[in-house]
């Protein structure tokens, strides 16, 4: 009989070649009661989406949310749509966003979808700009 693997040769990580990615993404917000706040706080409209963007004032980090309604169209589309949102978070808001603060972005019908990429990092850019004055 072979010999048992050890518990602890086990438990440690593997490389799935997604650390990368998983450790330049910024943190998510994961708690409705967030996302609620957010939504009843400031929003800059963009013909490829809708930013919410609500001031903490704890000076953390801040955090984004992504949300597609079931208007984007099926899974498919709603998975793709959050995809493009957020590669355009990860790759502009460590820029633009202010610690303390959470970021909702809120995909739009046919929009996100659609949109170009370029135009989408433009559009967060200056809805950023909008929201911090």
């Not at 597609?68 to 099926?74: A, D, Q, T």
């Amino acid at each position: 009989m072979p010999p048992l693997p050890h518990p602890v040769a086990e438990a440690r990580p593997v490389d799935d070649g997604m650390a990368a990615f998983r450790m330049s993404m910024p943190p998510v917000i994961a708690k409705r009661a967030d996302f609620l706040a957010a939504s009843r706080a400031l929003r800059q409209g963009t013909p490829g989406f809708l930013l919410q963007a609500r001031d903490r004032g704890d000076g953390l980090p801040f955090r984004v949310g992504f949300t597609c309604s079931k208007k984007i169209g099926n899974a498919v589309m709603r998975n793709r749509a959050k995809r493009r949102l957020r590669e355009v978070a990860r790759l502009h808001l460590p820029q633009g966003a202010r610690p303390g603060w959470d970021y909702v972005l809120v995909g739009r019908p046919d929009a996100t979808t659609s949109r170009g990429f370029a135009d989408l990092c433009r559009d967060l850019g200056a809805a950023l700009r909008k929201i911090h004055g």
